[in-house]
């Protein structure tokens, strides 16, 4: 393992001091934590200063990278994503350049004075919910220096273990940062914890909260804007960040907006920034570039193979194109929330692509505002990996939150464009679930036998272990859910559990308006303490074979929690009776050997004074 990388695991603070000439620079990255779950946000500090006279131009750069799976051989997740307006202005308020596309940032000082005292910038970038397993994922930060000292780039890695839970936005968290003192020519640093809250104030002000480049082509570009108030606001761009002549603007108060610009130069650097159209709020945006595609022929156009689209979840095949579905209309699909899809795509002119990203976005989410901003709600992406010459493969886990979402792809090609496709409309639902009536609390190893209406009988028939059932009937878990993905029809449940009244529901998966699947309750037939013990051998018996969660799922199960629990009880109630019982019967024996040696010594006693 590297050096470098056996600090990080070691939870030091990473400082990389470069010397070239008279000028030096320091760089830190922020938590030192080796693990970070999904959201977390780390802090990257640069500082530089110069020791000689003399002034000369001076680029600070840093990117951030995909991440490599612990035992992959190369890097493959899509985790990490700038938060906007998080850099600080560099020497003489040069502002930072943000390329969201070739995923860094830079600051272009026109003329850095020798003898300048050290001077700091900071940004930040944020974790995203995109790797769907339990494995370690290096992410590499890389910070370099371009001047006429040739200073080389260094690399700065930190690595976490992936959490599937995105962390809340509403909470207001510290995030620690670092405040670098460093003498001219002496390279020294110590960090100094400084707490920067994550969550927005309340200011009137308009803040932007997200910039998306959606789709770049020869002549277009389309640019998601989110904020945190509903605004209208103004785009604008020209070929340099000095002088942005050209402008979009959409009145309408919104908090997520789309601008298209149009009419560009092939093979040409853009840069853009955002404003207020109102002049009683100010609105501070980064400035950002892009660079537009070169002017391609049909015979190097990439396109997807519609009738080669796979969607799989938990093992059901929810989509697979074919004739019968009009290839110009994307499929609606029923998927479980919080379960990972599999997503295959066949290509077209596949030696023309360079990466294939997939995301699940929000379109509308049960008890949401439409207008609330959708990367807030749920925005996962991640590469595709290529199987073979032409198809390529990835996973993607569903949000938590119930609504209406999009599967979408973006292709880059050798041409510098990205194309926006859809390949589908997700309606995420919850899994079917069974309750007790009385308390509320999920019911483990409930048998559920799931039919589905033939139209052709109309009969509800017994469902095969093709949709997914490892068998059917089936049991529910701990959380007393059944994981089944159900394809748009109707269906009957028949609910059965030893020590409930046997139920059945009846319920219709709909693609156009999905709705969450039945929570259903069970009326018990006995008391608690017989329940619990009716419970206990199934529910122990299922864990069991499960041979790899077993001891997970013990630790979360209810049933064996109240079984442990009323044996204690009845342990101790045990030997309670049995302290007490070996009490009273000592006591016992000891009045009864009184009563049995008194009239003895009594006679004696009157034998003794005959004599």
């Known amino acids: 393992m590297p050096p470098l990388l056996n600090s990080l695991m070691s939870g030091l603070v990473l400082l990389w001091t470069l010397w070239a000439r008279t000028m030096n620079w320091v760089a830190s990255v922020l938590p030192v934590m080796s693990s970070l779950e999904a959201g977390a946000v780390v802090t990257v500090t640069i500082e530089y200063d110069a020791t000689y006279a003399g002034s000369f131009p001076l680029t ?103 959490n599937y839970k995105i962390t809340p936005t509403a909470t207001l968290t510290s995030i620690p940062t670092t405040t670098l003192t460093n003498s001219p020519g002496t390279g020294s640093a110590s960090p100094t914890p400084t707490p920067i809250p994550t969550q927005l104030n309340n200011e009137p002000d308009v803040q932007v909260n997200t910039v998306q480049i959606r789709s770049i082509g020869s002549s277009n570009v389309t640019v998601f804007v989110g904020l945190n108030t509903s605004s209208p606001i103004k785009l604008n761009y020209g070929t340099s960040p000095n002088n942005l002549n050209q402008s979009l603007v959409l009145l309408e108060a919104k908090k997520t907006q789309f601008f298209t610009m149009t009419n560009l130069q092939p093979n040409q650097k853009y840069y853009f920034n955002l404003s207020s159209t109102d002049s009683n709020k100010k609105l501070f945006s980064d400035i950002y570039t892009f660079t537009t595609g070169s002017k391609q022929d049909s015979n190097s156009s990439v396109g997807v193979n519609k009738y080669s689209v796979s969607i799989t979840q938990r093992g059901s095949v929810l989509y697979y194109g074919s004739l019968d579905l009009d290839p110009n209309m994307a499929p609606k699909l029923v998927v479980l929330n919080n379960s990972v899809l599999d ?100 019911i483990e190893h409930a048998t559920v036998t799931f039919y589905r209406y033939n ?79 009716l419970e206990f051998p199934p529910v122990l018996s299922q864990m069991l074979s499960e041979q790899d969660n077993w001891l997970l799922d013990a630790t979360k199960s209810h049933v064996l929690r109240n079984f442990f629990v009323t044996l204690s009880v009845i342990g101790v109630l045990t030997l309670s009776i049995f302290v007490m019982a070996t009490y009273l019967l000592s006591k016992s024996i000891l009045v009864a050997r009184y009563f049995e040696l008194s009239p003895i010594k009594y006679s004696q006693e009157v034998s003794c004074n005959w004599l």
């Open 455 to 533: 139209v052709l009988t109309q009969m509800f028939e017994q469902m095969p272990d093709i949709y997914g059932l490892s068998t059917n009937p089936t049991h529910t878990d701990y959380n007393g859910t059944v994981t089944v993905t159900f394809l748009p029809g109707k269906y009957k449940a028949v609910v059965t559990h030893l020590a409930y009244e046997t139920k059945e529901v009846k319920f219709e998966i709909l693609s156009e308006s999905p709705q969450n699947l039945p929570v259903t309750a069970l009326i018990r037939k006995y008391n608690l303490f017989l329940t619990t013990v």
């Open 343 to 442: 997503v295959h795509l066949q290509l077209s002119q596949p030696q023309n692509v360079t990466q294939i990203d997939t995301a699940i976005r929000v379109k509308g989410v049960l008890g949401i505002s439409t207008d609330m901003l959708e990367s807030q709600v749920f925005n996962s992406s991640g590469h595709m990996q290529k199987v073979s010459w032409d198809l390529f493969t990835n996973k993607l886990r569903t949000p938590d939150n119930t609504g209406t979402y999009e599967l979408l792809a973006y292709i880059h090609d050798t041409n510098g464009t990205i194309t926006e496709y859809t390949i589908s409309t997700l309606g995420i639902i919850s899994p079917f679930k069974v309750i007790d009536d009385s308390s509320k609390l999920a």
């Open 60 to 162: 600070l750069e840093a990117g951030w990278h995909d991440g490599t799976v612990t035992g992959d051989a190369t890097p493959s997740v899509d985790g990490l994503e700038y938060v906007a307006n998080s850099a600080s202005q560099a020497y003489d308020g040069t502002q930072p350049i943000i390329d969201l596309i070739n995923k860094k940032i830079s600051w272009e000082i026109s003329s850095f004075p020798g003898s300048t005292p050290p001077q700091t910038v900071t940004f930040q970038l944020k974790t995203k919910p995109t790797y769907t397993g339990p494995n370690i994922v290096n992410f590499p930060v890389t910070i370099g220096v371009t001047s006429p000292t040739n200073i080389p780039e260094q690399e700065a890695l930190f690595e976490y273990v992936y």
